[in-house]
């Protein structure tokens, strides 16, 4: 999982700038929001997680918006969903207006459903994994957080994320693709290396020189295959 610097005062300011004007227009819920808005949040959360999925890590070629305590929890259980996992307060958190700004100068709390603390970006695949449910943002602390092992495995700790998502996230292609991974990195391959290479021929030396059957290294070298092999480069920058 990214881990996700939600304490950058450059990516809060951006979101939060954007919320403020829509906030003074009286779009306070991201349900208020129309697909233009919904997509300059989308941009400046993308651009904290560096494009990657939040959950998987997978390079995302769109990605959604999505919330770590539900949009279906109302605002007067926003405490209660907190409470439920390992979360950072000072992250995950209703947003408050600004006095002298927002409606007459009241302080006031608008919806999480809005907060900047309280939104990622994921793939489309962990979103529906996700269903309604609360996400528990391990993936905004190295430690603790999420691990994964030599063989691609991943580990949780205990109250990250419901079944299904810990479920997903343990397929068999996930653990594949992060071995493939740790295997590059021991052998001394760098994310720039495997960029580099351009043709089949090179593409299969280097998974031969990994373990790899021949048989198998002609069929991650097809072109599918490798994209998707970059796609989770992330996991050549975890595995040192």
């Known amino acids: 999982m990214e881990w996700i610097d939600k304490s950058s005062a450059a990516n809060a300011g951006a979101f939060t700038g954007l919320a403020d004007v829509w906030i003074t227009a009286g779009k306070v819920k991201y349900s208020d929001l129309d697909e233009v808005e919904k997509n300059q949040l989308k941009a400046v959360l993308r651009t904290e997680q560096k494009g990657y999925c939040a959950l998987c890590?997978?390079?995302?070629?769109?990605?959604?918006?999505?919330?770590?305590?539900?949009?279906?929890?109302?605002?007067?259980?926003?405490?209660?969903?907190?409470?439920?996992?390992?979360?950072?307060?000072?992250?995950?958190?209703?947003?408050?207006w600004t006095p002298g700004i927002h409606f007459g100068g009241q302080a006031k709390y608008y919806p999480h459903t809005i907060a900047y603390g309280n939104m990622v970006c994921m793939c489309q695949a962990c979103n529906t994994k996700k269903d309604n449910g609360v996400i528990s943002p391990t993936f905004f602390n190295r430690d603790p957080g999420v691990s994964y092992d030599e063989d691609g495995t991943a580990n949780f700790p205990n109250g990250a994320l419901n079944?299904?998502?810990?479920?997903?996230?343990?397929?068999?292609?996930?653990?594949?693709?992060?071995?493939?991974?740790?295997?590059i990195k021991s052998n001394g391959k760098s994310v720039d290396d495997v960029r580099a290479i351009s043709n089949t021929t090179d593409k299969v030396k280097l998974l031969e020189s990994i373990g790899l059957e021949k048989k198998d290294a002609m069929r991650l070298a097809a072109t599918a295959q490798w994209d998707r092999l970059l796609r989770f480069a992330w996991f050549g920058t975890y595995y040192q």
């Open 163 to 183: 079944l299904n998502l810990r479920t997903h996230l343990n397929e068999r292609e996930y653990c594949r693709v992060r071995k493939l991974w740790h295997l």
């Open 57 to 96: 890590m997978e390079l995302m070629a769109i990605g959604t918006n999505d919330h770590v305590v539900p949009q279906s929890v109302p605002a007067n259980e926003f405490s209660a969903a907190c409470r439920k996992g390992p979360f950072r307060r000072d992250f995950v958190h209703q947003r408050h």
